[in-house]
C-alpha cells in the first residue's frame, strides 16, 4: 500500500504563486510515473500534469502550460508543482497521484484511469 500526502493548498490572489507536495511512503516499488490532477466543485478531475519516474520527461495540460512546473526528488520521494500566474480558473482540489508501476524513463501519463495511488487533495482558492 502507498500513500500520498499532498500538502502547499491554500488562498492566494489572482497572479500569485503557490507549491504543492506530495510525499510517497509505505510499500512503494521504486520511483513511478507521478502525476497532478484537479477537480472543481461539480466537475471531472482534470490532468494538470505529469512526470517520468526520473523526472527526463514531463507533460502539462494547455490550460497549466508555461505557468505550471511539475518536479520530483527521488531521494525525497517527493514531486512538486510548482505554481505560477495564478488564476481564479485554477481554484480547484489538487490532487497527486502515482503509476505504481514501473515504466520506461520517457512514459508519463494523461489519464486517472492509468494511476494506481492517489492522495486526499489540498484545496487552492484563488482570488480575483
Known amino acids: 500500500q502507498v500513500q500520498l500526502v499532498e500538502s502547499g493548498g491554500g488562498l492566494v490572489q489572482a497572479g500569485g504563486s503557490l507549491r504543492l507536495a506530495c510525499i510517497a511512503s509505505?510499500?512503494?516499488?521504486?520511483?513511478?510515473?507521478m502525476g497532478w490532477f484537479r477537480q472543481a466543485p461539480g466537475k471531472a478531475r482534470d490532468f494538470v500534469a505529469a512526470?517520468?519516474?526520473?523526472?527526463?520527461?514531463?507533460d502539462y495540460a494547455d490550460s497549466v502550460k508555461g505557468r505550471f512546473t511539475i518536479s520530483r526528488d527521488n531521494a525525497k520521494n517527493t514531486v512538486y508543482l510548482q505554481m505560477n500566474s495564478l488564476k481564479p480558473e485554477d481554484t480547484a482540489v489538487y490532487y497527486c497521484a502515482a503509476r505504481g508501476v514501473l515504466s520506461s524513463s520517457s512514459v508519463t501519463f494523461r489519464f486517472v484511469t492509468q494511476y494506481h495511488d492517489w492522495g486526499q487533495g489540498t484545496q487552492v482558492t484563488v482570488s480575483s
Open positions: 509505505g510499500r512503494t516499488r521504486g520511483p513511478s510515473p
Open positions: 512526470i517520468s519516474w526520473n523526472g527526463g520527461s514531463t
